[in-house]
């Protein structure tokens, strides 16, 4: 996007019937751009910003699981160390103190950076919603899935996904 990333997207006439799969309760995950696109559509607290050093940043990082009751980690255990790739250049999140304060308080935060690459604020990595079925996270989980391909750290947010689902009809709300 030209403005800022996700803020044309937002726009797109997809996101209404995204909007209302999420409010049905329908579990959504937003990945990098996704998540961008999440927080400026409102479906996620806060903004991503550029990086800190105003540089596109491409390399595995270390992560910690901070929410292990999600739909989306609930594979993982609570302070288990993840390496999952990031790729952006607009991935430090932005949240105003009270948001902040809410997100650590409702224990929305699911995943944080060990080691900050980018500045985020309380280095997230990774948020949900206040009901927890909408996910927003800067780290590319769908590219650390397959061993012979650099790790399968990532695999267990899609575990997760599947063990919250099994069972349910998962085509969609109606």
Avoid at 37 to 54: S, V, Y
Avoid at 102 to 130: C, K, W
Wanted: hydrophobic share 40%.
């Amino acid at each position: 996007d030209y403005l800022r990333s996700g803020a044309i997207a937002r726009f797109s006439p997809v996101m209404a019937a995204l909007k209302q799969f999420a409010a049905a309760g329908g579990y959504v995950i937003g990945i990098c751009n996704g998540f961008q696109i999440l927080t400026e559509a409102g479906l996620l607290p806060g903004a991503l910003q550029w990086n800190r050093d105003l540089n596109f940043i491409c390399e595995p990082v270390a992560l910690t699981v901070e929410n292990a009751g999600t739909a989306f980690s609930n594979q993982y255990q609570v302070g288990e160390h993840l390496t999952l790739p990031i790729a952006h250049g607009e991935g430090n999140y932005y949240a105003d103190p009270e948001t902040l304060a809410a997100l650590e308080t409702n224990d929305q935060v699911v995943f944080r950076y060990a080691n900050n690459p980018n500045g985020s604020m309380h280095d997230i990595a990774g948020v949900t919603n206040e009901t927890g079925n909408v996910l927003g996270m800067m780290p590319h989980p769908e590219r650390a899935v397959e061993a012979l391909l650099g790790g399968t750290d990532g695999l267990g947010v899609f575990q997760s996904l599947i063990n919250q689902t099994e069972g349910a009809d998962v085509r969609g709300a109606r």
